[in-house]
């Protein structure tokens, strides 16, 4: 039904920016939403950012806004995460996810048991 495949992470020095890719395969008239989530060793999965399909509007975890951006190249079927002013705390496993069921923005980003795909993560490492 539907694959996602993240690329573009690897090691970064504090200040220094990245940009991720998820590229999207399948049934992708289907999805509502797409998230980035993020999860460090012995830590929760954190909500990143939220593009909704219709109208690409736009949302963010407190923690990156301003200096994170996400946006949805449609005619590649591919969604993007620009990571800028990294931080160290930002190191973890990034995870693309799909979700075909409407949830408003603040639920959307504190709840990733609600989607139904993911992507396998990509890692980014920042050092200090």
């Known amino acids: 039904q539907l694959q996602l495949v993240e690329s573009g992470g690897g090691s970064v020095q504090a200040g220094g920016s990245l940009r991720l890719s998820c590229a999207q395969f399948g049934y992708i008239h289907s999805i509502n939403s797409m998230a980035w989530f993020r999860q460090a060793p012995g830590k929760e999965r954190e909500g990143v950012a939220l593009?909704?399909?219709?109208?690409?509007?736009?949302y963010y975890g407190d923690s990156v806004r301003g200096r994170f951006t996400i946006s949805h190249d449609k005619a590649k079927n591919t969604v993007y995460l620009q990571m800028n002013s990294v931080k160290p705390e930002d190191t973890a496993m990034y995870y693309c996810?799909?979700?075909?069921?409407?949830?408003?923005?603040?639920?959307?980003?504190?709840?990733?048991?609600?989607?139904?795909?993911w992507g396998q993560g990509t890692q980014v490492t920042v050092s200090s």
């Open positions: 593009i909704y399909t219709g109208g690409d509007m736009k």
């Open positions: 996810a799909a979700d075909f069921r409407y949830s408003d923005p603040f639920f959307a980003l504190r709840a990733p048991s609600r989607y139904n795909y």
